[in-house]
Nanobody, 121 residues
């Protein structure tokens, strides 16, 4: 039983910044990779950023150099710092975590409900 809750989305002017947070809670023994995906209307869901359990990061091509992901293992939280936002960054942003539950043997993917980011021009 794992829950992921995103926060920090909202409306922002082009060129502005937002910081998204995702907190994992529940029967968690450990968390492997955590990451962010986004989906714009009529578009495929795409990888935004991922962070391994030791802090190594990777990014989707569309956001390299603009977004920065990080995590706090003690808090079970992953962050996404979004700078120089553009209208094309408008999307629902989803958090994903690969989690070992306390009594489990295997790790499974869990998803948050998403948070809307809207960038106006």
């Amino acid at each position: 039983q794992v829950q992921l809750v995103e926060s920090g989305g909202g409306l922002v002017q082009a060129g502005g910044s937002l910081r998204l947070s995702c907190v994992a809670s529940g029967s968690i023994f450990s968390i492997k990779d955590m990451g962010w995906y986004r989906q714009a209307p009529g578009k495929q869901r795409e990888l935004v950023a991922a962070v391994t359990s030791v802090g190594a990061t990777s990014y989707g091509d569309a956001v390299k150099g603009q977004f920065t992901a990080s995590r706090d293992n003690a808090k079970g939280t992953v962050y996404l710092q979004m700078n120089s936002l553009k209208p094309e960054d408008t999307a629902v942003y989803y958090c994903k975590a690969n989690v070992f539950v306390f009594s489990g043997t295997w790790a499974y993917d869990y998803w948050g409900q998403g948070t809307q980011v809207t960038v106006s021009s």
